[in-house]
């Protein structure tokens, strides 16, 4: 069956440091990946969309790699802040005329000052 | 423009109740979703308007739910009967095009509680 995997547990790091979130896929043959930001009580936000052509977006202190080998994509945050701290979600898109997304369940980060 | 507008934020009903849960997406979109967002499961689309017509209803749990687009800018969630475990956060989301190579945008979601 299909999965996207999202680490259930919290990250907790320091602000300064480079926060790294994964995103497995099994049984997928996505053709776009992307990331959103949730926080409490409200909607997810887009952050960045990845294509399978693709290895790699940055924006500006944000990151996405798309290993299609792997099935895996990584989503850093480079020199983060107490406001980063939020859920992310990553969502997939099959492609193929098919591009309704599906979520990970998303990981818990939590930036410390 | 105001984003996606959802209503009510929050619905507290008994079970049995019907249910009725609103959106209004940006002007312009021509793709709309509804989604449900549970501990348990996750965010999982329920159904997928494009230019107001259903596209893919596979997500809708049960006979139960049902999702009208009457227009571009309004778009209905109806629940009847409501029963306990529909209580999740019901998100509506719109974009503008026909993939998901462009960008969602997410309402503030609708907290119902069935009790």
């Known amino acids: 069956s299909q999965k996207i995997e999202q680490n259930s547990e919290a990250l907790n790091i320091q602000e300064g440091k480079t926060a790294t979130l994964t995103c497995n896929y099994t049984n997928y043959s996505p053709a776009y990946l992307q990331w959103y930001r949730q926080d409490p009580g409200r909607g997810p936000v887009f952050l960045l969309l990845i294509r399978e052509n693709e290895k790699e977006k940055r924006k500006e202190r944000l990151k996405v790699t798309f290993d299609t080998t792997l099935k895996q994509s990584l989503f850093h945050i480079t020199a983060s802040q107490p406001a980063d701290s939020a859920t992310y979600l990553c969502a997939l898109s099959v492609g193929g005329g098919s591009y309704i997304p599906t979520f990970g369940r998303g990981t818990s980060l939590i930036v410390h000052p | ?115």
Not at chain 2, 17 to 28: A, D, F, H, N
Not at chain 2, 36 to 44: D, F, P, S
Not at chain 2, 65 to 78: D, G, I
């Open chain 2, 1 to 115: 423009d105001a984003g996606v507008i959802q209503s009510p934020r929050h619905e507290v009903t008994e079970m049995g109740q019907e249910v009725t849960l609103r959106c209004k997406p940006i002007s312009g979109h021509n793709s709309l979703f509804w989604y449900r967002q549970t501990m348990m499961r996750g965010l999982e689309l329920l159904i997928y308007f494009n230019n107001n017509v259903p596209i893919d209803d596979s997500g809708m749990p049960e006979d139960r739910f049902s999702a009208k687009m009457p227009n571009a800018s309004f778009s209905t969630l109806k629940i009847q009967p409501s029963e306990p475990r529909d209580s999740a956060v019901y998100f509506c989301a719109s974009s503008f095009g026909t993939t998901m190579n462009t960008e969602a945008f997410f309402g503030q979601g609708t907290r119902l509680t069935v009790v």
